[in-house]
Every structure is written in structure tokens, then in C-alpha cells.
């Protein structure tokens, strides 16, 4: 159980008005599993109450971000029923989200700032494999583009800044670093996360009713393949997409 003390530092430090439409709760100012534990803990509770009127409530790092009908609520309005809406403190800062294991080929023309980021933390390629690929990532939120999951921590020795100057295309399943996280874009998009490897595994699907492979509480695990794995996996997701198409 948390002590007072706990209870104190993790409840909402502000309740920001943005624009006359949403409302941010703050829970702090880092990235912290504690904190995003909590965020977590509060988005679940906001929708359990299927207040009419809520269009969106969408959590981040350290805040949760509430989109509403200006027509249905004022801001003083709901400002007041989030004040008081009571949240059980998460016992720790693991979720009860699921563990996803992602299969990853790292390095060439996959992961072309692989030995960049090598020679920037004084490592060999393969311990820079080795160490991206021995931790439980939390994801932390979902953002930038449509499923793009943020993870971390990076070990220490991988802090590296984004690129100078963003790529103007980078492919779907590319994971990056950026500084202590790392990420998996699920589309082709702009980005200037360094890129260490790609999966084969789609992140975002347009149609369905659960569009994204990842949520926020979710654990991801990297595993490092084959080229040979990379090919055969590739070809059952793209069959697989096909038979849905049937």
C-alpha cells in the first residue's frame, strides 16, 4: 500500500484548460512508471464513468488529456468532477497490461543507424543488440502517428538525441531510439529516431475494432531474428492479410 506521503506526490498537481474543448490532469513533470502507472489507473476510471458528453480521454507520459463537448459541459464543470473522481493508487508500477514479444532484425539496411549508435556509446553492434534487447519495456503512451508505441527506458548507455535533421521517410516496423526511449513507427512516416532494425510485425491495423497492437500499461520484449525469420515472417503477416481480405 502507498504511504500518505506516495498518495500526496502522485495526485493531480494541475488541472489545465486547453482551448474551450479539453482538459489536462497533471500527475508530474518526468517519465516515470509510477507516475504512468497512475495515469493509466485514472484514464480507466474517467471512462468507466461513461459520462455523456466525454469525447476522448487520451493519456500521455504524466498526464491525462480529457476531450469534451463544450456544449454538454463547461470547464469549471468538469474541472470540479475530476477533482474529486476517487482512483485507486496503483499497488506498483508494473500494469496488468499485456507482454508482447517483437521480433526484430537489427542493423543493415533495416537498422541503418545501428553502428552510429554503436560508435556513440563506445559498444560493439552486437552489444548494442544485446542490451536493446534485455529489457521489458513499458509503454508509456501512444502518439505521433496512428499506434506509434513509447517505450522505455533505453539502458543508460544508449541515450543518444535524435537525428540533425528527420528523414523524410521512414518504413513501417522501423524501432528507433530517441534519447532514453525507443519506438516502433507502425507506418511510413517522417521521423528522426535513430534506426537500429525492423519487425515484421504490424503494429496498426486501419479497419477493426482494435486497431493498435499496443496500449498504454502494455510490456514489450524485442527479440532479435534472422534475415531467413524476417522473410518467413513477413510473408505469413502479408498472407494473413490477405485471407482477411476474402
Known amino acids: 500500500m502507498p504511504t500518505s506521503a506516495q498518495e500526496e506526490a502522485l495526485a493531480p498537481r494541475r488541472i489545465i484548460p486547453m482551448g474551450d474543448s479539453a482538459v489536462t490532469v497533471e500527475f508530474g513533470d518526468s517519465i516515470d512508471p509510477t507516475v504512468n502507472a497512475l495515469v493509466i489507473s485514472y484514464t480507466k476510471k474517467i471512462r468507466e464513468q ?39 493508487c496503483p499497488s506498483g508500477t508494473e500494469s496488468s497490461g499485456t507482454v508482447h514479444q517483437i521480433p526484430v532484425l537489427y542493423g543493415g539496411d533495416y537498422g541503418p543507424d545501428l553502428d552510429e549508435v554503436a560508435a556513440w556509446a563506445g559498444l560493439e553492434p552486437s552489444t548494442v543488440i544485446r542490451l536493446h534487447a534485455s529489457v521489458q519495456y513499458r509503454v508509456y503512451m501512444i502518439g505521433f502517428s496512428p499506434g506509434f508505441p513509447y517505450l522505455g527506458l533505453v539502458p543508460p548507455q544508449l541515450t543518444i538525441p ?83 481480405q476474402q
Open 50 to 88: 461513461d459520462w455523456s458528453g466525454i469525447v476522448d480521454v487520451v493519456p500521455t507520459f504524466r498526464s491525462v488529456t480529457i476531450h469534451f463537448d463544450p456544449l454538454q459541459w463547461d470547464m469549471a464543470s468538469l474541472a470540479d468532477h475530476l477533482r474529486v473522481l476517487s482512483c485507486p
Open 162 to 244: 535524435r537525428l540533425a535533421t528527420p528523414r523524410p521517410r521512414v518504413p513501417a516496423g522501423s524501432v528507433g531510439i530517441a534519447d532514453r526511449q525507443t519506438g516502433i513507427y507502425p507506418i511510413a512516416t517522417p521521423g528522426g529516431w535513430r534506426l537500429i532494425g525492423r519487425t515484421p510485425i504490424p503494429l496498426y491495423h486501419r479497419k477493426g475494432s482494435t486497431p493498435f497492437l499496443l496500449k498504454p500499461g502494455d510490456q514489450v520484449l524485442f527479440r532479435p531474428i534472422t534475415q531467413d525469420e524476417f522473410e518467413r515472417l513477413s510473408r505469413e503477416v502479408t498472407d494473413e492479410y490477405h485471407r482477411s
